[in-house]
């Protein structure tokens, strides 16, 4: 049996517990299409990206890029690093996480309980999305260590070979009966991972990449946005596992609704997800109505909603930043609860 799709029953490891994560069927109409949630905060840390964290550390080991004792260094919005933090620890480096106050307050608190050190690049207050700081920051801290490995998220290879094994697990749970994969870009790493490797086995399904309205990677205009760990804001680079030719539509989904989607999972069915994640699920709904029947569409959910009590659950934040809209929130409850009766 394929490695990744097996676990023993007892390990002695945190990261022997990553993949294998659940699929949930949000909805399902009446000519038999449905919509399948990939819950990828059964991982670890609650993340996908503890699946590439370890995959880029072993691959920097193979190249003898990381040597015993060595020094780990990555720009993060908070997930990544929590991976990296506990590869870290497993594996008797430190980790030093290059970040900013955009990202949510209890990814930064986890990644320090977890030993992680965490240097910023924006003073207290200011919520700005530095990724373009960061990572020089990360590079020039790595360049200047002793022993010290950059691990680049968003132009590591290695990153998007972490997803090959989601690929396989959709594929054994679904028989290969995947028509579309749908997935939030970021480094680009988990949806052109995971993608690349389904149409391995699945040649025909269709890759659809959701970004947040701001988000450069497909397109203008630039503006700031509020979803966390997605997206690639004006002024950085476009990682290098954005993979154009795979990628057979990129759309753009609104702080607004992809955090009204997250809320309304939550108060409607019991599951909370992370605001990129609501904003996959946005896109995936409103798509359910004009699909062929029988179609299989999955939605890759990279992170849950327990980070965000600060943020997207927190009226009062979301308020002060205008993100509430009733009539969408409305809009999303009646579309889900029209669906989910089917």
């Not at 996908?48 to 072993?58: C, E, G, P």
């Not at 870290?88 to 050190?117: I, Q």
């Not at 965490?118 to 919520?127: K, P, R, S, T």
């Not at 993608?195 to 947040?212: A, N, S």
């Amino acid at each position: 049996m394929d490695k990744a799709l097996s676990r023993p029953a007892v390990v002695s490891r945190v990261s022997d517990l990553i993949g294998h994560t659940p699929l949930f069927e949000v909805c399902r109409t009446d000519t038999g299409s449905r919509l399948l949630l990939k819950l990828e905060q059964f991982n670890p840390t609650g993340t996908a990206k503890i699946r590439m964290a370890r995959q880029m550390v072993l691959d920097a080991e193979d190249r003898g890029l990381l040597r015993p004792g060595g020094r780990i260094v990555e720009s993060t919005s908070g997930n990544t690093g929590l991976g990296l933090a506990v590869i870290a620890a497993e594996r008797g480096y430190t980790f030093t996480a290059v970040v900013d106050h955009h990202a949510a307050a209890d990814k930064l608190r986890g990644m320090k309980a977890l030993g992680a050190e965490l240097v910023y690049v924006a003073d207290e207050g200011d919520e700005e999305l530095a990724t373009a700081a960061r990572e020089e920051f990360a590079a020039k801290l790595a360049a200047e260590s002793d022993n010290a490995y950059f691990t680049e998220q968003h132009n590591n290879m290695a990153n998007g070979d972490g997803y090959r094994p989601v690929a396989h697990e959709l594929d054994a749970a679904l028989d290969g009966r995947i028509d579309i994969l749908m997935g939030a870009v970021g480094t680009g790493g988990g949806l052109f991972g995971t993608g690349g490797e389904l149409r391995r086995t699945v040649p025909g399904v269709r890759i659809v990449g959701v970004e947040p309205k701001g988000s450069i990677a497909f397109g203008p205009p630039a503006h700031d946005y509020y979803q966390s760990g997605t997206g690639t804001p004006e002024g950085a680079t476009i990682g290098a596992m954005v993979d154009y030719g795979l990628l057979d539509e990129g759309v753009k989904v609104g702080d607004v609704e992809a955090f009204a989607t997250a809320r309304v999972l939550a108060r409607r069915i019991g599951l909370l997800i992370g605001g990129s994640a609501g904003g996959v699920v946005y896109e995936a709904l409103t798509r359910m109505s004009s699909l062929e029947p029988g179609t299989t569409m999955v939605a890759l959910v990279n992170d849950g909603g327990e980070k965000y009590m600060d943020t997207v659950f927190n009226d009062d934040w979301m308020n002060a930043r205008n993100l509430i809209d009733p009539a969408v929130e409305r809009d999303i409850d009646e579309l889900l609860t029209e669906l989910r009766e089917n």
